[in-house]
């Protein structure tokens, strides 16, 4: 990248120190660039913005006040009436960066601050943050969601690079979709994983997590490399017997189990027929053992 391209080094606010708002901030500071203000209400942002972030909690007036360059690291829902309350307000935000790091918006939840001479951006870790001490290490080669309007494209990809990142670019209108996409996969996964280690606790499976692990790490290692040819199971092997038992044994252990498990298997069958994986007799015998039709 041209080195004409990359940002001056800017005076960073963070409205919400979370655990978002404070590995940004973090990142930011390792790249030069300094934290002056952050703004949070509960004891745990207050102790990240003084031990991440090296600042004491700000109204978000000050924030402002203070900063080129603002990260809007606040929940989804509250978004939206944040950017509304700054316009609202009358805060200065004529020539300041305003980035929100939400996966499921784009460009248009900034409109009222842009109106008021913002300049709006959004970058998006595609990353889990626990609150741990090596959330930080995890944007080394992550990607970013980004959207920018075209004239602030190098300055939002500077951003993410020097966070340690990679930018992907999203159109605004598919927003919704991208985070559809990564949230299914990574918060699902976590419930489905959840889900098994239960159930092989309640039949007196001591480690659960040691004996999935090995199990998850091979199916992933498939599904990203190979797609749905990486596919395995009954489901793919026609085996409506099985799949028939899955059910039933799930139905007295775990009945709110067994209807997702039966919404998958559905899925995972429309998917292995559309592949070609799966014969459509085949997958009649599975449907008449999952109780429905995958083509309605």
């Not at 970013?144 to 690079?161: D, K, N, S």
């Not at 793919?236 to 044994?249: E, I, S």
Request: hydrophobic letters at 50%; charged letters at 20%.
């Amino acid at each position: 990248m041209d080195t004409s391209d990359r940002p001056a080094r800017l005076a960073v606010g963070v409205l919400g120190a979370g655990r978002v708002g404070s590995v940004l901030g973090a990142a930011l500071t390792l790249a030069g660039h300094r934290v002056v203000a952050a703004s949070g209400v509960s004891d745990a942002s207050r102790k990240r913005a003084a031990d991440r972030l090296g600042v004491e909690l700000s109204r978000p007036d000050e924030v402002i006040r203070k900063s080129e360059l603002v990260l809007l690291t606040v929940p989804d829902d509250v978004l939206p009436g944040l950017v509304s309350g700054l316009a609202a307000t009358g805060a200065d935000l004529r020539g300041k960066l305003l980035v929100h790091a939400s996966g499921a918006y784009g460009l248009a939840v900034l409109d009222p601050a842009a109106e008021a001479g913002a300049l709006p951006l959004a970058l998006h870790p595609v990353m889990t943050f626990t609150g741990r001490e090596d959330d930080l290490t995890k944007l080394t080669g992550c990607s970013f969601g980004v959207t920018a309007p075209v004239l602030l494209r190098p300055v939002a990809e500077a951003l993410v690079i020097e966070m340690g990142g990679e930018p992907v670019w999203i159109a605004d209108q598919d927003r919704a979709l991208y985070h559809a996409a990564i949230a299914g996969a990574a918060n699902h996964m976590v419930t489905l994983i959840a889900e098994s280690q239960e159930l092989l606790g309640k039949i007196g499976v001591e480690h659960p997590g040691r004996m999935l692990g090995p199990l998850l790490g091979a199916a992933l290692d498939n599904v990203l490399r190979l797609g749905i040819a990486g596919l395995t199971g009954p489901v793919v092997r026609g085996d409506a017997g099985t799949v028939r038992k899955h059910v039933d044994a799930l139905i007295l252990a775990a009945p709110e189990a067994a209807d997702a498990y039966v919404a998958l298997a559905r899925l995972t069958a429309d998917r292995a027929l559309a592949a070609g994986l799966l014969k459509p007799e085949t997958a009649e015998r599975l449907l008449d053992a999952l109780g429905g039709n995958i083509w309605t």
